[in-house]
């Protein structure tokens, strides 16, 4: 599967669960997606963290003591890093994405609004290998973070017969994101432009229509 293919499932991924950091950066927060309410004020959260550190690295220093009842703090700090390191990412790439495509500067925009604009642009990068394989890598990174931040797991199921590329038996179904995926990371194939060659993180993968042609020719022989 070509990089920015890939990208374009991370991208989807970031775009359906970025909001709901914003749900979870106050602790025992249960009401519904659709009833949640709005984001804090960027400005008037980073100041709020701001303050939270600062308190919490002088307590530390002071006496060597955490914050009493840190674990139920206003604002999940790992999560409102991971709201600030998506948001940066997101915005260099764009930037750099339009930089290197000699378009002009994006204007400002939400997070999901600009990537949905990368993925509007995918088909330009897919022209340019050295970026569609830093738009993959960055996609990938940023969405696995955010998954990671929301406690996500998902549904994985073990798969029949032998990978086409590296004939292991290390197929496996995700349901959930409607796609198949070789696990074993010693998969090559022989497009030498293919990301397994440079991204120890890439793994092959077919969505189901794909797979389901691919499966196919392996049986026949082809």
Sequence with gaps: MAPTTHAALWIATLIQQF???SAELVPGRTTAPSRRPAAQAPADLAERIREERAEALLLQQRYGLAVPGHSAAPLRLHISDTIRDITD???ELEEAVR????????RR???AERLRRIADLLDRVA???VL???VRDETHRMARRCSRALGDTETVVR???RCPWCASVSLRAFPDRGAVLCVNPACRCTDQL?????DPAYRHSWDEGAWERTAGDVEDGR
């Design 127 to 129: 022209a340019d290998p």
């Design 109 to 111: 925009a939400p997070v």
């Design 19 to 21: 909001p709901e950091l």
């Design 194 to 198: 293919c990301g397994c060659h440079d």
């Design 159 to 161: 798969v029949s017969g």
């Design 132 to 134: 569609a394989a830093h």
């Design 99 to 106: 930089d290197r495509l000699g378009l002009p500067r994006a």
């Design 89 to 91: 990412g997101v915005i």
